[in-house]
């Protein structure tokens, strides 16, 4: 194939060549983990995750270029220039909503932690969710995976690292409890992120260890951890 991948941003995310198991991992915890927090929410919440519609571990395979984004953190300025500086947006949007995918058939992988930090991180959703849907009426992709500060959010939405996201919510009008226990349009989009995805031969996260283990050992030990609450690698990195 004629894919090229291309690491745009941001550089926090994991990238392993599946075909020769050559590893580069910018953070430490096992990619399981982003969900093990996730799953004392969910299962509190009796909130059950359809993982046949919303896979844990997507599969892609293409011919195209695909670009990669990780750790925006509410920077939606920041975020813009890099899109526009690879060309996957024509023009600075007057909204995030309003904005639009000028990479063709491209693909762009997100690549976790859309929120904390900054202070407009509910604009760098709502613009990326703007661009997935203009992105496939033009036969691109864009594809947001979920990062430690998504899942660190759904397991505990009072906490002190998530405390600049939640007072966004606040000010919007959001419940963060609720946002956090999967209700309403943005916290089923928070609770169906997929945690990795593979394009052809490249896998892709946030961060991590696959341990070599096959996409479907990945996505029954994630499916398994957030179904039973049990914990699948200590918590011991400092995200």
């Known amino acids: 194939m004629n894919m090229r ?16 198991k050559v590893f580069a991992v910018w953070e430490l915890c096992a990619i399981a983990l982003l969900f093990t927090s996730f799953s004392s929410v969910a299962s509190g919440a009796d909130v059950r995750r359809d993982w046949n519609k919303y896979p844990a571990v997507l599969e892609l395979d293409t011919n195209e ?3 990669a984004i990780g750790d925006v953190h509410g920077d939606r300025k920041r975020l813009v220039k890099v899109l526009r500086s690879a060309k996957l947006v024509p023009a ?3 909204a995030p909503d309003q904005v639009k995918w000028g990479g063709g058939k491209s693909v762009l992988v997100m690549v976790g932690d859309l929120i904390d930090k900054g202070h407009k991180s509910l604009q ?7 661009l997935q849907s203009d992105a496939a009426s033009h036969g691109g992709q864009v594809i947001i995976l979920m990062g430690n500060h998504e899942a660190e959010f759904l397991a505990n939405p009072a906490g002190k690292k998530t405390k600049k996201f939640r007072k966004e919510l606040e ?13 309403g349009d943005l916290g089923e989009f928070f609770c ?5 995805v593979r394009v052809n031969d490249w896998f892709f996260s946030h961060g991590g260890n696959t341990k070599n283990r096959t996409i479907a050992e990945l996505s029954a030990a994630i499916e398994d951890g957030v179904n039973s609450k049990r ?5 011991g990195a400092d995200w």
């Open 65 to 67: 270029d695909v670009f």
């Open 124 to 130: 760098v959703i709502a613009l990326l969710r703007t």
């Open 192 to 196: 169906n992120l997929p945690i990795a």
């Open 231 to 235: 914990g699948l690698c200590q918590r």
């Open 92 to 94: 600075l949007p007057s």
């Open 171 to 183: 000010t919007a009008g959001k419940h963060p409890t609720k946002v956090a226990n999967c209700k």
């Open 5 to 20: 991948i291309k690491q745009i941003g941001w550089s926090n995310l994991l990238l392993v060549r599946l075909d020769i």
